[in-house]
C-alpha cells in the first residue's frame, strides 16, 4: 500500500479531474497536475467499462498501486497524479502493465 502522503485527497482529486493535463497509452491514460509539495500524490480509477467484476477492478488498481509503490522513487516531486485504465487492461500481467505505467509516466515526464 502507498504511504498516505502519497495518496490523493478528495479535494485534489477533483481539480486534477478538473485542471489537469492528460496524456495517453494503449491502456491507460493519467491527467496531472503541479502541487507545492515536494513528493508526488497518486490516484487509480477504474471504471465498469474496464472491468464488470469489482474483483478485477480492485486487482488492476492493487497492481499498480504495487508498481507506484515499487517505483516511487523515479518520479519526480510536486505532482498530483490520477491514472486511469481502459478497457482491456484487465487482460495484461503484471509485467505489461508495469511497462504501461512507467512508459505513460514518461511520456509525461514525470519520471
Not at 17 to 37: H, V
Not at 63 to 71: E, P, S, V
Request: aromatic share 10%.
Amino acid at each position: 500500500m502507498l504511504p498516505k502522503k502519497h495518496r490523493l485527497n478528495k479535494d485534489i482529486l477533483k481539480k486534477v479531474l478538473k485542471f489537469g493535463k492528460r496524456f495517453d497509452s494503449e491502456f491507460a491514460f493519467l491527467k496531472i497536475i503541479p502541487t507545492k509539495n515536494n513528493y508526488p500524490s497518486f490516484s487509480f480509477v477504474v471504471s465498469k467499462k474496464t472491468a464488470k467484476s469489482a474483483v478485477k477492478r480492485n486487482t488492476i488498481k492493487r497492481r499498480a498501486r504495487h508498481i507506484i509503490w515499487k517505483n516511487i522513487g523515479l518520479f519526480k516531486t510536486g505532482a498530483a497524479i490520477v491514472y486511469f485504465f481502459k478497457p482491456g487492461s484487465d487482460k495484461l500481467k503484471s509485467k505489461e502493465l508495469e511497462r504501461d505505467i512507467l512508459a505513460l509516466s514518461k511520456k509525461a515526464k514525470i519520471i
